[in-house]
């Protein structure tokens, strides 16, 4: 069954523009449109989530989704939104970085059923690495002039900035390729429409001017808005770089934070766009987050959401033991459940002190660990104090004066977490 996939995406926020015609185009059967996804890492980030979210909402339609891997057009570079150019990935890092992001688009998209609208993935490298020179420039260069491609936003901006750089001929050529890629589709699978981000609307119309113009046939386009903060940062980055999907390079307790600790006003937009939730559901939620936004429903829910999808249930609810280590009450359980990652990921930037494994195979005296070894008290006078008052703990369970440090104590058989009254954090670690 058919359902309404500019009608779904609309109310989401999710559409910048569309060619005339392509809602009604899309109500007429089943149709195949295709994303192209850059595969310059072996990661996607949470800036390809919106894409990804369109592709699913396309297969949720009744609709067929195509992953396009720019295997090819990932050797030259994309200069849209780019001030320089980037580098060029040998034919086996490609490769590489295609099966990973498969891996990562199959927690959303549906590969593998006998469904007739089923996903696929392409590589656009299959159909480019036989083209030579002359053949391209002969088969489709002769059917787009440079006027059209002059007047492209990508282009113009590059031409027209400060910098002394400029655009390489590679680069110009871009949307050539890219829009050969949705002719050579258009041919081959009868995909229709190419969806992508506001800043491809250049490439992705020389695709469908390259259909009207070769094929005399008609291609589609759809695009969605960039996704902005409203403080005015770059959505998807954080001090320490993009936020990744690969559990490695961004662990789940970091992604399940990032989107915990959006403001209301992106929590609003973001839930529309990065989780599945009904309309009905999204509109009760921003009312009840209106009346009591302190409690941050709908930023808890966004991250439950989105932290489930990309990861799974287990990692959330292992994402919100670990919020919970700093924010909430906790044992030492929960502290040595934690791994190595994210324990380091939960107490970033507190202070650490690396000591021997002899210290604690002999026992390390708390204050010791407080002052002399740790150096996080100024004096084992000051150490003493704290203990009295009952203020130090080692591993979130209070100590008194006396108590030892052991082995028994290590987390991840390398840390201890010391605490002084409630907010102050120190980790000593095994050298």
């Given at each position: 069954?058919?359902?309404?996939?500019?009608?779904?995406?609309?109310?989401?926020?999710?559409?910048?523009?569309?060619?005339?015609?392509?809602?009604?185009?899309?109500?007429?059967?089943?149709?195949?449109?295709?994303?192209?996804?850059?595969?310059?890492?072996?990661?996607?980030?949470?800036?390809?989530?919106?894409?990804?979210?369109?592709?699913?909402?396309?297969?949720?339609?009744?609709?067929?989704?195509?992953?396009?891997?720019?295997?090819?057009?990932?050797?030259?570079?994309?200069?849209?939104?780019?001030?320089?150019?980037?580098?060029?990935?040998?034919?086996?890092?490609?490769?590489?970085?295609?099966?990973?992001?498969?891996?990562?688009?199959?927690?959303?998209?549906?590969?593998?059923?006998?469904?007739?609208?089923?996903?696929?993935?392409?590589?656009?490298?299959?159909?480019?690495?036989?083209?030579?020179?002359?053949?391209?420039?002969?088969?489709?260069?002769?059917?787009?002039?440079?006027?059209?491609?002059?007047?492209?936003?990508?282009?113009?901006?590059?031409?027209?900035?400060?910098?002394?750089?400029?655009?390489?001929?590679?680069?110009?050529?871009?949307?050539?390729?890219?829009?050969?890629?949705?002719?050579?589709?258009?041919?081959?699978?009868?995909?229709?429409?190419?969806?992508?981000?506001?800043?491809?609307?250049?490439?992705?119309?020389?695709?469908?001017?390259?259909?009207?113009?070769?094929?005399?046939?008609?291609?589609?386009?759809?695009?969605?808005?960039?996704?902005?903060?409203?403080?005015?940062?770059?959505?998807?980055?954080?001090?320490?770089?993009?936020?990744?999907?690969?559990?490695?390079?961004?662990?789940?307790?970091?992604?399940?934070?990032?989107?915990?600790?959006?403001?209301?006003?992106?929590?609003?937009?973001?839930i529309k766009i990065f989780t599945f939730l009904t309309r009905e559901e999204i509109e009760?939620?921003?009312?009840?987050?209106?009346?009591?936004?302190?409690?941050?429903?709908?930023?808890?829910?966004?991250?439950?959401?989105?932290?489930?999808?990309?990861?799974?249930?287990?990692?959330?609810?292992?994402?919100?033991?670990?919020?919970?280590?700093?924010?909430?009450?906790?044992?030492?359980?929960?502290?040595?459940?934690?791994?190595?990652?994210?324990?380091?990921?939960?107490?970033?930037?507190?202070?650490?002190?690396?000591?021997?494994?002899?210290?604690?195979?002999?026992?390390?005296?708390?204050?010791?660990?407080?002052?002399?070894?740790?150096g996080f008290l100024k004096s084992n006078g000051e150490a003493r104090r704290a203990l009295?008052?009952?203020?130090?703990?080692?591993?979130?369970?209070?100590?008194?004066?006396?108590?030892?440090?052991?082995?028994?104590?290590l987390i991840n058989n390398k840390f201890v977490l010391m605490q002084r009254g409630k907010?102050?954090?120190?980790?000593?670690?095994?050298?």
């Amino acid at each position: 069954m058919i359902k309404n996939f500019v009608e779904e995406l609309t109310w989401r926020g999710m559409i910048q523009d569309s060619m005339p015609g392509t809602e009604e185009h899309l109500l007429e059967a089943m149709r195949m449109a295709y994303v192209g996804i850059d595969p310059t890492a072996d990661s996607l980030h949470i800036g390809h989530l919106v894409g990804v979210m369109g592709l699913k909402h396309f297969q949720l339609s009744g609709h067929k989704p195509v992953a396009l891997v720019g295997g090819a057009t990932g050797m030259i570079g994309d200069p849209s939104g780019k001030s320089a150019e980037r580098n060029l990935l040998n034919e086996e890092t490609l490769l590489h970085n295609q099966n990973a992001i498969k891996e990562q688009l199959s927690r959303f998209l549906d590969f593998d059923s006998d469904a007739e609208n089923a996903a696929i993935i392409v590589n656009n490298y299959d159909w480019m690495k036989a083209f030579s020179f002359l053949e391209f420039i002969r088969d489709v260069g002769k059917h787009i002039t440079v006027n059209y491609m002059m007047a492209k936003d990508s282009v113009k901006k590059r031409l027209s900035s400060e910098s002394s750089v400029g655009m390489s001929f590679t680069e110009f050529t871009y949307q050539l390729v890219q829009g050969y890629d949705f002719l050579h589709l258009y041919r081959d699978m009868q995909c229709t429409l190419q969806m992508g981000g506001s800043d491809q609307w250049g490439n992705i119309t020389t695709g469908t001017e390259l259909i009207r113009r070769v094929d005399s046939g008609k291609g589609y386009a759809l695009t969605w808005p960039l996704i902005t903060k409203a403080d005015g940062t770059k959505f998807g980055k954080t001090e320490g770089g993009n936020i990744w999907l690969d559990a490695e390079r961004t662990s789940p307790y970091k992604f399940y934070q990032y989107w915990l600790n959006t403001s209301d006003l992106d929590a609003e937009k973001y839930i529309k766009i990065f989780t599945f939730l009904t309309r009905e559901e999204i509109e009760s939620l921003i009312e009840e987050h209106k009346e009591a936004p302190h409690l941050r429903l709908l930023q808890k829910r966004l991250a439950e959401e989105i932290t489930t999808l990309v990861h799974s249930k287990e990692e959330l609810n292992n994402a919100i033991k670990a919020s919970d280590i700093l924010f909430g009450k906790s044992t030492s359980v929960d502290l040595k459940a934690l791994n190595e990652k994210t324990f380091l990921d939960v107490f970033d930037g507190v202070p650490l002190t690396q000591i021997e494994q002899s210290d604690i195979d002999k026992g390390l005296d708390i204050i010791a660990a407080l002052a002399e070894k740790g150096g996080f008290l100024k004096s084992n006078g000051e150490a003493r104090r704290a203990l009295k008052e009952n203020s130090i703990s080692v591993n979130k369970e209070k100590v008194k004066e006396g108590y030892m440090i052991t082995t028994a104590d290590l987390i991840n058989n390398k840390f201890v977490l010391m605490q002084r009254g409630k907010k102050n954090y120190f980790v000593l670690k095994i050298a």
